[in-house]
């Protein structure tokens, strides 16, 4: 295939903007019914964590009751990746009149946020400010999704929802070895906080003993006010709210009461497109993860990847990817602060333009597309699947962002705080943490959202469905696409878990890979196309898969490999 002139790829890569607005009431798709009885399952990142999911589901409730025990189990016995103090994006789908929606759970800047808050008085980047301590913390999101979704969706109150989190933080769980590597990974971060170093260290500062009980009284007493009061007083309001304020303000935040009390779940259309019939349910913005998946997966459709070899094959979803990441720092951010072109960028006429610049041999170099200028990784998030028997279901994806995000507890609190403010761009063209670059677009402002990465998705075709999603900050996107290819070939459940994956973000311009991805041959063909290639040092994700065949009626749930989650079905 001859390269496209470069005229061509620019202007088919440059959409005229357009007012998009997607934020609106969510819409149901037809309903389908799905006549053979099937099993309920949940798939999150610790065992515990989907054991709380399935005592919801034994006890009555539903995929959405599930979806509150597991997030809230999860930022007890996962805290380095998610919690109260954090948000995410819950994607749903109820069964009974196939309504499909997204809640946005994402922190906000407090309303004192400024473009510039992260730059000295030259205009440059202040190093790590937006990463280190309170002033790097929006305003938690995940506590008022609990709410939303008992209130909304689920059957039962929070009082019962709660339970197995406040139990496993008032009488504490058994360290493991996952967790120990974090607290190592992050000890002296943790020893500057007492409140973090009380919890998750020995008297003496030292890394606890696998198998050590971790306990968080004042963490299950958080928990027991929402329980008692719903989040929006126990959390938001009173004395919890009252606590977080005056803690972060001590630690050089900017977070005020009205903050707390004006944080609100904003319910947004998902994204849904098409790929060779399978219908693609995703994230829409302030998470870009369904825009970049859809793109990529439109760009893939003009190309038969049943028919190429292995290498092309990789290689054009390396190109695929390229694309739809340099859209993510060109155009996205919070739809209730900018306009986007939407409609364009998940349009397959569109992806057919982004087409015309890709060669099936040979690599084309990001500064050939037009764009933004850029560097390099840290990390957590974590993400859980629950499918009910209803075919109720709910992909969620929450995160503090970092290892324990700042990795300051607000005293009393047991609430751990996010520095998410370092997803926003703290200035064009500046790299956040994942290297991910943007624009005007992502900028800091006042109560904005900052875009992320997060792609919750669902997956139909008309034999079955997935539900997946996992974390791993700027490759998440890339991971969900691979997940989704994967289960269109009919991989299975721990298949796709356990697929070896790589990346490319548009910039930096190389191909990240974990070690397996490519075989040898690969490695020499890929590098003969121009692609620049660098294993990682580390494995990526912890990827969250159910599957749900409709003729069988056969569920599989799996947890990645790499981390130390479970898929139950029961
Ligand atoms: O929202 C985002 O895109 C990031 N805050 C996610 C961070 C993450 O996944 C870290 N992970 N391993």
Known sequence: MALAPLARADQAARVPPQKARLAVPAEAHAAESH???????????????????????????????AAVAVSAALAVVEPTSSGLGGGGFYL????????????DAREKAPAAATRDMYLDSAGNPIARASVDGPLASGIPGEPAAFDYLAQHFGKLPLKVSLQPAIRLAREGFPLYARLQGAIRYKRERLLRSPDTARVFLTPSGDVPELGALIKQPDLARTLEAMAEEGAARGFYAGRVAQDLVKGVRAGGGIWTPEDLASYRVIERKPLVGNYHGARIVSASPPSSGGVALLDALNILSGFDLKRVDGVTRKHLVIEAMQRAYRDRAVYLGDPDFVTMPLPQLINKDYAAGQRTSIRTDKAMPSDMLPGIETAPVGQDTTHFSVLDAQGNRVAGTISINLFFGTGDMVPG?????????????????????????????NA????KRPLSSMTPTFVETPQGLMVIGTPGGSYIISMVLIGTLDYLNGMSAPEIVKDPRFHHQYLPDVVEYEKGAFSDEETTRLMAMGHKLEQGSRLWGNMEVITWDFASGKVAAASDPRGEGEGLVY
Do not use: C, W
């Open 92 to 103: 749903l789908h109820r069964e009974s009149d196939a309504l499909e929606t997204m809640l």
């Open 444 to 447: 800091i402002a006042g109560n």
């Open 35 to 65: 006549a053979v009885a099937h099993k309920g399952a949940v798939a999150s990142a610790y065992p515990l964590a989907s054991e709380a999911g399935q005592e919801m589901l034994k006890r009555g409730g539903n995929a959405f009751d």
């Open 413 to 441: 609190t047991g609430v751990l705080l996010n520095n998410t403010m370092d997803d926003f761009s703290i200035k064009p063209g500046t790299p956040n943490v994942f290297g991910l670059v943007g624009n005007a677009e």
